[in-house]
């Protein structure tokens, strides 16, 4: 498999490919299932969304409430993480109904699935609709034959505000991942957000943990490729790259490493090739590897 270079040896000869909430255009996004899948395709990095629950659990949730994404209501950061798993949160995804629920499962699988086989089914469906842990999906890295690095976006604002990094830093150290638990080497998490106070929250309390400033907008501060003091990585959307393609070049004056979201279309994963993007962040980890020539 090739792989892009380590960030040190210079500029990558080719983007790392980044699965979005996982594989989410095969999968649930933030499911067991999308991140598996994401895994067998290739991809160089998984992407997560952290929320931290009423009682202290970092789980992969997008959005401040649960609503768009399950059968439930309410905001991540007032349910425990008990209430979080009796919600089903890959049925807005997949329609999960008799012979519907063996097609989506035979579909994730590659293998025909049989009524008869129920015991197997129920957990692979499970792995499509059960809310997902940070902590689960650090374990399911830790496990892959390969390095598989992990792109953690802390959500902002939240009523717990410094928390969120805190217990970030905690699961992190536990993992490995921070010098305080003995990392050597390039670590292979960063963490992202859209507010620099985030970002400086975690390089105060574990340094060498890279981080993403993501930006929705090109304001005129970060224009010339400047970033909040200690980011090394700029983290645009695919449409400031539409409007400022010159941007890329810009940061890498500057010393930064450029990681766009998100990038689904082909003629934009084209632009940010030949703009010498460092990574793409995609819902198509598979399709944008075939296009860049990888599989």
């Not at 202290?56 to 994404?69: F, P, Q």
């Not at 902002?156 to 536990?174: D, F, I, K, S």
Request: charge should be negative.
């Amino acid at each position: 498999m090739s792989s892009p270079r380590p960030a040190q040896e210079g500029r990558p000869d080719r983007p790392a490919v980044v699965a979005h909430r996982g594989a989410s255009e095969d999968a649930p996004e933030h499911t067991l299932a999308a991140y598996r899948k994401a895994i067998e395709d290739g991809a160089d990095a998984l992407e997560c969304d952290v929320r931290l629950t009423a009682d202290g659990h970092l789980v992969c949730v997008h959005d401040r409430r649960v609503n768009r994404t399950s059968n439930g209501r309410g905001a991540v950061s007032a349910l425990e993480l008990a209430d979080l798993a009796e919600l089903d949160f890959g049925s807005w995804k997949d329609v999960l109904a008799g012979q519907g629920v063996l097609e989506g499962v035979a579909r994730a699988t590659g293998r025909t699935v049989d009524a008869d086989e129920e015991p197997d089914w129920q957990q692979e469906n499970a792995d499509r609709t059960s809310v997902l842990t940070l902590e689960r999906l650090l374990e399911l890295v830790a496990d892959a034959d390969r390095r598989v690095e992990l792109a953690i976006e802390t959500k902002h604002p939240t009523r717990w505000a410094g928390q969120v990094e805190q217990r970030l830093v905690e699961l992190l150290t536990r993992f490995g991942h921070t010098r305080a638990a003995g990392c050597d080497g390039p670590p292979p998490v960063r963490v992202m957000s859209f507010s620099a106070r985030s970002l400086h929250r975690v390089r105060a309390a574990a340094p060498e943990i890279p981080g993403v400033y993501l930006m929705q907008f090109l304001t005129p501060r970060h224009r010339d490729g400047r970033l909040p003091p200690g980011v090394r990585i700029a983290g645009p959307g695919v449409r400031i790259l539409r409007a400022h393609p010159e941007y890329v070049a810009r940061a890498h004056r500057a010393g930064h490493q450029v990681h766009v979201w998100t990038v689904n279309d082909p003629a934009d994963v084209d632009m940010c090739r030949e703009l010498g993007v460092d990574a793409i962040i995609t819902n198509r980890p598979k399709e944008v590897r075939t296009q860049l020539g990888l599989d």
